[in-house]
């Protein structure tokens, strides 16, 4: 009897421990499993989830999904080592707001300190320097006068900066405003006067101009 009751609690002994290394095997695969998402998520690239946050606060500025983490991305690929690392972990902290209000107010804060950023410059894309404009690219042809939309490419402006056409010749005039969008690019519509016109783009704060771009007018 009591050689049939040390084997019943071997027995019990034995089941006991089984389940307590199971348990503990599950606890120590859920922890390890834990601990690989932690990494996952912090290593995460936060392009994508600031424009998922833009999107879900109406602040794409008219961008698309994609075209917004492009341009976010954009911002990351200037900077290398400690400085991408401090802005990386600026950009993502801001995801942690818990209203818009927040996400908003964090994103404000990230200022050139923070966020560092190669010297400025505006490019004029179009029109291209040495094109001849006519009807055929008149962007408003219920005017009268032959209305042509410039597109510039600015990189490094200050926040909320405006880029400023100047019309220097046959007369030289500030001819124009325009505040780029989150990719960058300001379009500014502005009446072209027949004949050869030159332009230049300048920053209104960043001391900064684009190269000259000479068009002929043919109306």
């Given at each position: 009897m009591e050689l049939s009751t040390n084997g019943r609690n071997m027995r019990t002994f034995v089941a006991r421990r089984k389940q307590v290394y199971e348990g503990d095997v599950t606890r120590r695969?859920?922890?390890?499993?834990?601990?690989?998402?932690?990494?996952?998520?912090?290593?995460?690239?936060?392009?994508?989830?600031?424009?998922?946050?833009?999107?879900?606060?109406?602040?794409?500025?008219?961008?698309?999904?994609?075209?917004?983490?492009?341009?976010?991305?954009?911002?990351?690929?200037?900077?290398?080592?400690?400085?991408?690392?401090?802005?990386?972990?600026?950009?993502?902290?801001?995801?942690?707001?818990?209203?818009?209000?927040?996400?908003?107010?964090?994103?404000?804060?990230?200022?050139?300190?923070?966020?560092?950023?190669?010297?400025?410059?505006?490019?004029i894309v179009s029109p291209t320097d040495g094109q001849t404009i006519g009807a055929a690219d008149d962007a408003d042809p219920s005017d009268a006068q032959l209305q042509y939309d410039f597109v510039i490419d600015s990189t490094c402006l200050e926040e909320l900066e405006q880029v400023q056409l100047f019309l220097l010749d046959p007369v030289e005039s500030s001819y124009g405003f325009g505040r780029p969008d989150l990719t960058g690019r300001a379009t500014i519509r502005v009446p072209l006067i027949p004949g050869s016109n030159r332009f230049i783009a300048r920053g209104m704060t960043t001391s900064v101009e684009s190269a000259m771009v000479t068009v002929n007018v043919s109306p």
């Open positions: 695969l859920a922890l390890a499993l834990f601990a690989l998402a932690l990494g996952a998520c912090s290593n995460a690239d936060p392009s994508g989830g600031t424009c998922e946050r833009r999107e879900e606060c109406g602040n794409l500025e008219g961008l698309t999904l994609a075209e917004c983490t492009a341009a976010e991305q954009e911002r990351l690929d200037r900077l290398s080592g400690d400085a991408r690392s401090t802005c990386e972990s600026a950009v993502a902290a801001c995801l942690d707001g818990v209203t818009c209000d927040d996400f908003r107010a964090c994103q404000a804060d990230i200022d050139r300190s923070v966020c560092p950023c190669p010297d400025p410059s505006l490019t």
